[in-house]
């Protein structure tokens, strides 16, 4: 996929925006986790939860928590402190669940990605201390109610609805665009993610890791018993054309 280049001024409004909310010295770096929190976490693991190619389901990390959840913190903190995300943490089962239509037609299928349980620790780590810096220093934008705690579809509704009742009222015209984004999560250009993560003040070391999170991904196809053999997680898979 051929990419256009980016232009300087185009996080002009977004550079206001976080200028606006903290200091220029203000940096996000991801801390350490304690034992503790890994334990309860391998612990909340639901029992029927999928499980990936390691074949550690939810029981087998719930009893052995006590025992194996020192070696995972230390796994865990030497990512954060390298920098880097495990291979086998970043390589996801896939299964193709049939929507409808043709059967021969991929479109029609959709992929089922499994990721290790154990990757979902550092994951949850790492998004519960980024959600926070972004919330105490107000850099979540009061309009975007995707993702966030106490929010839903439901919240936007009635934003929107308030929006155009008080239009309404005011003798106002309103006017609406509205775009539906086939497999959305797909569009996300990486190189654009990390650009905005480093206008948010992620300090280096934070920006090493998610571009490790985000590269070198991989993974299997399993239909019935069937497994595929590797293949890397590219532009063209994550279009869907597994």
Request: charged share 25%; glycine share 4%; proline share 4%.
């Amino acid at each position: 996929m051929v990419k256009t280049p980016i232009p300087k001024t185009s996080f002009h409004k977004l550079k206001k925006f976080i200028e606006s909310k903290c200091l220029s010295d203000t940096k996000f770096s991801i801390p350490t986790v304690d034992v503790d929190v890994v334990k309860s976490r391998l612990l909340k693991f639901e029992t029927n939860a999928a499980v990936n190619l390691d074949y550690l389901g939810a029981k087998i990390l719930g009893c052995a928590a006590s025992v194996i959840a020192p070696h995972i913190t230390r796994i865990i903190n030497l990512s954060i402190s390298m920098s880097s995300v495990p291979l086998r943490w970043k390589r996801a089962r896939v299964t193709p669940i049939f929507k409808g239509g043709d059967l021969t037609d991929r479109s029609c299928y959709r992929p089922i990605s499994v990721l290790p349980l154990l990757s979902k620790v550092l994951e949850r780590h790492v998004s519960e201390i980024l959600y926070s810096y972004l919330t105490v220093n107000q850099l979540i934008s009061n309009n975007e109610p995707g993702f966030r705690k106490n929010y839903s579809c439901q919240s936007l509704l009635i934003m929107l609805t308030d929006f155009l009742l008080r239009n309404m009222d005011q003798g106002k015209f309103s006017g609406l665009t509205m775009l539906d984004l086939r497999k959305a999560f797909d569009l996300v250009d990486h190189s654009l993610l990390l650009q905005k993560l480093h206008l948010y003040g992620l300090d280096d070391q934070a920006l090493s890791w998610f571009t490790s999170y985000l590269k070198d991904r991989e993974f299997q196809v399993k239909i019935e018993n069937e497994l595929s053999s590797k293949h890397p997680l590219n532009q063209v898979y994550r279009k869907g054309q597994f």
